[in-house]
T-cell receptor, first 115, second 114 residues
Framework: AQTVTQSQPEMSVQEAETVTLSCTYD???????LFWYKQPPSRQMILVIR??????QNATENRFSVNFQKAAKSFSLKISDSQLGDTAMYFC????????????FGDGTTLTVKP | DTGVSQDPRHKITKRGQNVTFRCDPI?????LYWYRQTLGQGPEFLTY????????KSRLLSDRFSAERPKGSFSTLEIQRTEQGDSAMYLC????????????FGQGTRLTVV
């Protein structure tokens, strides 16, 4: 069974600064996907960024980028130029290569962006 | 299409009562998932459907829980004889099998059992 661990329950960052959220996972699979989802207060969860395990290049989406270390089973999220709208709970999730919707989630990191 | 829709958004029920939640996925999505999320934790997978077939159920899904997806469109999740431990957010998500990229989540149904 896969496990996903987010070791930072809460984090805060000043507006316009950079913050990194950590995630480690454990799996014996070779083909898998990793996701970061954002869940704003009382709003639905949305995908922030996605990484295929077979790709060595780290994924980037505008201000969001990942540091994917496959051997270390580490998948951190970097948010650059933090904005107030980034305040949310962030979940790291693992999915095997056959079913993107059936994910194992970490327990989340609550990120607060301070003005 | 406005995305995955869940109804109701909130439900308060007395212990022992039955409750039913509905999920309407994105129309072209053939896979539909149910998750449960308790306070301070990440979502936990409960079950999923491909079209109308229920292909997998988690051990978390006790025999008091049943899910259906008639005609491969909307889905319902029923909890019989609710217990206080059932209080949680129930999330629905959908995806398109041919594009195994991500799941799209609804806003969830928050259940409180008193």
């Amino acid at each position: 069974a896969q496990t996903v661990t987010q070791s930072q329950p809460e984090m805060s960052v000043q507006e316009a600064e950079t913050v990194t959220l950590s995630c480690t996972y454990d799996t014996s699979e070779s083909n898998y996907y990793l996701f970061w989802y954002k869940q704003p207060p009382s709003r639905q969860m949305i995908l922030v960024i996605r990484q295929e395990a077979y790709k060595q290049q780290n994924a980037t989406e505008n201000r969001f980028s990942v540091n994917f270390q496959k051997a270390a089973k580490s998948f951190s999220l970097k948010i650059s130029d933090s904005q107030l709208g980034d305040t949310a709970m962030y979940f790291c999730a693992f999915t095997d290569g056959t079913n993107a919707g059936k994910s194992t989630f970490g327990d989340g990191t609550t990120l607060t962006v301070k003005p | 299409d406005t995305g995955v829709s869940q109804d109701p958004r909130h439900k308060i029920t007395k212990r022992g009562q039955n409750v039913t939640f509905r999920c309407d996925p994105i129309s072209e999505h053939n896979r539909l998932y149910w998750y449960r999320q308790t306070l301070g934790q990440g979502p936990e997978f409960l079950t999923y459907f491909q079209n109308e077939a229920q292909l997998e159920k988690s051990r978390l899904l006790s025999d008091r829980f049943s899910a259906e997806r008639p005609k491969g469109s909307f889905s319902t999740l029923e909890i019989q004889r609710t217990e206080q431990g059932d209080s949680a957010m129930y999330l629905c998500a959908s995806s398109f099998r041919a594009r195994n990229t991500e799941a799209f989540f609804g806003q969830g149904t928050r259940l409180t059992v008193v």
